[in-house]
């Protein structure tokens, strides 16, 4: 069964940084378009950063433009997302996504995902 595994969410202060890892188990993320989608309360999701299936390009949403970066290891099957200079505005659910693609592909809305994890929670707060 496929699965997707997130952690490295917890509480930081404004100007922080966390990195999230989105780990696979049973299934290679190679074959997979990987995002990260963020839920805050009372607001709809929102696609903050994808990686494609392909050749590993990049899309993020504009609000964490120069902000975020997300990478994939190959090696350990693992999807991380760097997060620099948190702001409270960064608060919330963070989810792992995956689409599974048979062509190059990016995600970048929220329907497009066919598998999720569970998500961790980020808090950026003083």
């Known amino acids: 069964q496929l699965q997707l595994v997130e952690s490295g969410g917890g509480l930081v202060q404004p100007g922080g940084s966390l990195r999230l890892s989105c780990a696979a188990s049973?299934?290679?993320?190679?074959?997979?378009?990987i995002g990260w989608v963020r839920q805050a309360p009372g607001k709809e999701r929102e696609v903050v950063s994808c990686?494609?299936?392909?050749?590993?390009?990049?899309y993020y949403a504009h609000s964490v433009q120069d902000q975020f970066t997300i990478s994939r290891d190959h090696a350990k099957n693992t999807v991380y997302l760097q997060m620099n200079s948190l702001k409270p505005e960064d608060t919330a659910v963070y989810y792992c996504?995956?689409?599974?693609?048979?062509?190059?592909?990016?995600?970048?809305?929220?329907?497009?995902?066919?598998?999720w994890g569970q998500g961790t929670q980020v808090t950026v707060s003083s």
């Open positions: 996504a995956a689409e599974e693609a048979y062509g190059p592909n990016i995600a970048t809305l929220p329907n497009e995902f066919d598998y």
């Open positions: 049973g299934f290679t993320l190679d074959y997979y378009a």
């Open positions: 990686i494609s299936n392909s050749d590993d390009s990049t």
